[in-house]
């Protein structure tokens, strides 16, 4: 059963343009998402988060939305560039007592072209 | 600052044999959790320690065994390796505490190959 859902395996982009990277999740209990990027041969960098109590959050080129009744975020990157080529995973965290575990989505490939 | 140092960067075992991975976590971090990516997929939960102690387990056969020791340090072991476990397996530390921390910090991962 997967919790967090990345239907999209991939996405083309031109340099400058937005970016659109979605994720949907089907636990209510989730409490904070994060969007990570990862590059071949490296662990996953951490990007940008939003609280469950937030409907946005943005820190530079990056935007990040939740959508609570829809069970839907987004990743909003502007102006997109070459090396935000990546792969990009959506991960929920759930707070079960002191555990804080969180759930990966399966990742979408971003190339951005020149 | 060093960030989550993990050893070794790569290794290949036979099947049935066992295998122990290191993490080391950022200074200061108390807790170390242990995931595993198969090619393909996104990393799945694996243990989290925190202050030496289980927090958390995730779906994973008994084979799978973890500890963290008094400087936060952790090691991954897995017993009777099968050729499911060829994967990527990634600790994240973070200052862990009561009401957890938002900032996990992942090293870059050990390569296991079992043949």
């Known amino acids: 059963d997967q919790q967090v859902k990345q239907n999209s395996p991939s996405l083309s982009v031109q340099e400058g343009r937005i970016s659109i990277l979605n994720c949907d999740y089907t636990n209510s209990m989730f409490d904070y998402f994060l969007w990570y990027k990862k590059y071949p041969a490296e662990g996953p960098t951490f990007l940008i988060s939003i609280s469950s109590i937030k409907d946005k959050n943005e820190d530079g080129r990056f935007t990040v939305f939740l959508n609570k009744s829809a069970k839907h975020l987004s990743l909003h990157i502007v102006p997109s560039q070459p090396g935000d080529s990546a792969v990009y995973f959506c991960a929920a965290r759930s707070s079960g007592g002191s555990n804080y575990k969180l759930t990966f989505g399966k990742g979408t490939l971003l190339t951005v072209n020149p | 600052d060093a960030g989550v140092t993990q050893s070794p960067t790569h290794l290949i075992k036979t099947r049935g044999q066992h295998v122990t991975l290191r993490c080391s976590p950022i200074s200061g971090h108390k807790s170390v959790s242990w995931y595993q990516q198969v090619l393909g997929q996104g990393p799945q939960f694996i243990f989290q320690?925190?202050?030496?102690?289980?927090?958390g387990r995730g779906n994973f056969p008994d084979r799978f065994s973890a500890r963290q020791f008094p400087n936060y340090s952790s090691e991954l072991n897995v017993n009777a390796l099968l050729l499911g476990d060829s994967a990527l397996y990634l600790c994240?530390?973070?200052?862990?505490?009561?009401?957890?921390?938002?900032?996990?910090?992942f090293g870059s991962g050990t390569r296991l190959t079992v043949v």
């Open positions: 320690y925190y202050e030496k102690e289980e927090r």
């Open positions: 994240a530390s973070s200052l862990g505490g009561r009401r957890g921390q938002y900032g996990y910090t």
